[in-house]
């Protein structure tokens, strides 16, 4: 028992990513000229407070900042390592009505992005040096000393202790990465980071593990996730983002939704029982009356995603008891249906909208009959049409509030452009902060 345990323990922790991104240097300029006014409004806020009432009867005039301009603002991308931060801020000071200088500011910080005992991503400061420097005054003054009574007005240590929160990234929204977001009302996905991300020329690579709940509970996986790592683009994209979502991805979203009952379907047929009657014997001695003719499909086996060149196919095993009657089901057929249908996938603003497009295959075979055997081809001839045009509209109903992309809070996506390979899907696309209400 000790040895059969000691072989399920690594099958249960082995943790593989499912899908990924890389956060492109292009990104990471959209970030920085996103997070120059909000940075500006922090140093405003931080450097222009009213200083504290200084103890001292023989204090000099105290030297007050009047005016903060961001000039610079930049985030670099150094590989292996992480990010290099470039904030130049023109800071104009007072210390009389008649006396303005003009200081510059300096802040040169490197961050990384670490994973914290909680799993959640973290943004950190490895290093941080700030400098000031007076640019021009108003009157000859000692440097030396107007560079001290600078330096008591800004306290340098709590930019630097504080940097990271100049950028429109902070921790709470990396946070909103690992939330769960909604598929249905019963079915959730979440989204957990697997380690601290990867930094390439290419950009920032994040490898995710998708973790799908039916009402509240975890459902284990359908296959173990062949392990899957971020493709590279082969040259520097001009997109901000490039997510990419393996195809166990896909066949765990249509299992889960499977496990959530949400691709049970009833679907009603144009013929009744009096219709059918005329082809099948036996049914006229089942119902007397002419009632119509429903099929009730269940899923039978987990769906399976094959993603190829260009083409994304779900597989649905489905079984359909066919009968009659509305409020008391009386079933008389029971029919294995096998379903093969092209998926069409798009973005719309966080999501990812998933559709089935076009069947290209149904495969129908008898599993129990109450009317004596009925022939393959007259199954055909009587349910395909139903099943053709019925199971995909409503499976489409099932998916269309979309499945949430990784994203973090305040964050869209634009200019999307999916591709399908072999094996995994890749959406390049560009961020967009969103405009705050008011």
């Given amino acids: 028992l000790g040895i059969l345990l000691s072989l399920l323990v690594p099958a249960h922790t082995t943790r593989s990513p499912d899908c990924g991104g890389i956060l492109t240097p292009s990104g990471l300029r959209y970030l920085a000229e996103v997070s120059k006014p909000h940075a500006e409004s922090v140093l405003r806020r931080d450097l222009m407070a009213p200083p504290a009432p200084d103890p001292s009867p023989i204090s000099p005039s105290r030297n007050q900042i009047i005016s903060v301009k961001v000039d610079k603002f930049s985030l670099t991308l150094i590989p292996d390592t992480g990010m290099r931060l470039n904030i130049e801020v023109d800071l104009s000071i ?54 001290s009574d600078v330096d008591k007005q800004i306290n340098v240590e709590k930019i630097c202790l504080e940097v990271s929160k100049l950028l429109l990234f902070p921790n709470e929204r ?55 790592s971020m493709p590279e683009p082969a040259s520097s994209s001009p997109s901000h983002l490039i997510l990419a979502f393996s195809e166990h991805f896909y066949t765990s979203l249509f299992s889960a939704l499977e496990e959530s009952g949400a691709l049970n379907v009833s679907l009603l047929s144009s013929l009744t029982t009096a219709t059918l009657a005329e082809r099948i014997t036996q049914m006229g001695s089942l119902f007397q009356e002419d009632l119509p003719v429903v099929l009730q499909a269940v899923t039978r086996s987990s769906p399976h995603v094959v993603l190829e060149e ?96 990784p994203h973090i809070a305040s964050f869209t996506y634009t200019g999307v452009n999916i591709t399908i390979h072999k094996d995994y899907v890749l959406i390049p696309c560009n961020l967009q902060l969103e405009a705050r209400p008011g």
């Fill in 94 to 147: 007072t210390s009389a009505p008649s006396t303005t200088k003009e200081v510059r500011l300096s802040i040169l910080a490197d961050l990384h992005v670490e994973m914290n005992p909680e799993g959640n991503l973290e943004l950190v400061t490895s290093d941080c040096k700030p400098t000031l420097e007076e640019v021009q005054s108003t009157e000859e003054m000692d440097s030396k000393s107007s560079g």
């Fill in 174 to 228: 990396l946070m909103s990465l690992a939330v769960p977001f909604p598929i249905t009302p019963s079915c959730q996905v979440q989204y957990l980071p697997l380690a601290a991300p990867m930094y390439s020329e290419q950009g920032i690579i994040i490898s995710l593990q998708t973790t799908f709940q039916v009402a509240g509970t975890v459902i284990p996986l359908p296959v173990s996730p062949v392990p899957f």
């Fill in 310 to 405: 260009d083409k994304a196919i779900v597989k649905l095993f489905l079984t359909a008891q066919i009968g009659a009657g509305s409020s008391l089901f009386q079933s008389f057929l029971s029919v294995n249906v096998d379903v093969t249908a092209r998926l069409h996938l798009s973005v719309a603003d966080t999501r990812m909208i998933i559709s089935v497009a076009a069947v290209e295959d149904i495969e129908l075979s008898l599993a129990a009959s109450d009317v004596g055997p009925v022939l393959a081809a007259l199954l055909e001839e009587l349910f395909l049409p139903t099943i053709r045009e019925e199971v995909p509209a409503q499976i489409n109903v099932v998916l269309r509030q979309g499945v949430f992309l």
